[in-house]
C-alpha cells in the first residue's frame, strides 16, 4: 500500500511471494482479520517510510519463510494477532521507537517470539541506558511461580512503571540451561520463550530495586524492579 490512507481486511493470502507491505503511507493504515499463510518472506512487513501509524491486529500469519511482521517506524502496534510456524522470528522491530506489541499469541517459531533489532536474544543493560529499536527495551525477568487454589501467583523483576503482560508460555521448547540462546526446535531461544495464551496485565512499581531473582545468563537487572502478580 502507497496510499495516505487504506484498510487492509479479511483477505486469505497463501503461498505467495510477499504477503502485505505498508511503504510510505503517511496516514493511518490497517491491517485486520487477514489470514496468510505461507508467504514467500514476510506475513507483514511496515517500511521505515511509513510515519502515519499502522494497526495489525486479529490476523492468522501461519508458517513465513522469514520473520512474520517485521516493524521499521516508530508509533506502530502489532496486537491480537495469532502468529506461529515462521522460520524467523514471530516480531522483528529493526528500527523505530513507540511500537506497542500486546495481547499476540506466539507460537512454534524457530527464533524469537519477539526480537528487537532483528539480531537475536539482546540481553538486559544497566539502567536499559540503550538505544535502537524500541529503545533495546529491557524485558522481564521471571523469579518464581506458584499456585493456590485457582490462583496463580508470579513473581519477577521488570522496568519501572511498565505495563507487564502475562501468558502462558508456548510449552513445545525444552529445557533451557543459562546461556542455551541458540537452541534449535521449536522457539528456539530458549529461556527467551514465547507468550501462546494471554492471562491478563498489571502495571509494576514506580520505584525499588530487583531482589527476586539471580541472572546467570548476562542480563543486567540493575534498574529493575520487584513485581509480584496474583
Known amino acids: 500500500s502507497n496510499s495516505s490512507s487504506a484498510s487492509i481486511s479479511q483477505n486469505y493470502i497463501l503461498n505467495s511471494k510477499f504477503g502485505v507491505g505498508v511503504n510510505n503511507?503517511?496516514?493511518t493504515v490497517s491491517v485486520l482479520q487477514?489470514?496468510?499463510?505461507t508467504s514467500g518472506t514476510n506475513s507483514v512487513n511496515v517500511s521505515s517510510a511509513t510515519t502515519g501509524g499502522v494497526l495489525i491486529s486479529e490476523n492468522s500469519l501461519s508458517d513465513a519463510l522469514g520473520n512474520s511482521v517485521v516493524i521499521s517506524g516508530t508509533n506502530h502496534t502489532v496486537s491480537k494477532n495469532l502468529i506461529n510456524g515462521t522460520t524467523g522470528n514471530a516480531i522483528a522491530i529493526t528500527s523505530g521507537?513507540?511500537?506497542l506489541i500486546s495481547k499476540n499469541s506466539?507460537?512454534?517459531?524457530s527464533l524469537l517470539g519477539i526480537d528487537l533489532a532483528n539480531n537475536g536474544v539482546t540481553v538486559n543493560d544497566?539502567?536499559?541506558a540503550d538505544t535502537g529499536a524500541n529503545n533495546l527495551q529491557n524485558f522481564p525477568i521471571l523469579g518464581a511461580s506458584s499456585v493456590s487454589g485457582t490462583s496463580?501467583?508470579?513473581k519477577g523483576c521488570a522496568p519501572s512503571s511498565s505495563s507487564l503482560e502475562v501468558f502462558i508460555a508456548d510449552q513445545t521448547s525444552t529445557t533451557c540451561p543459562a546461556g542455551n540462546r541458540n537452541a534449535s526446535g521449536d522457539g528456539s531461544m530458549?529461556?527467551?520463550g514465547e507468550g501462546k495464551t494471554y492471562l491478563g496485565s498489571a502495571t509494576t512499581p514506580a520505584?525499588?530495586?530487583c531482589t527476586f531473582v539471580q541472572d546467570t545468563d548476562g542480563n543486567s537487572i540493575t534498574g529493575l524492579v520487584n513485581f509480584s502478580i496474583s
Open 97 to 99: 521507537t513507540g511500537n
Open 34 to 37: 487477514n489470514k496468510i499463510e
Open 25 to 27: 503511507a503517511n496516514s
Open 106 to 109: 506466539i507460537f512454534t517459531n
Open 152 to 154: 496463580l501467583n508470579i
Open 207 to 209: 520505584s525499588g530495586s
Open 190 to 192: 530458549m529461556c527467551y
Open 126 to 128: 544497566n539502567n536499559d
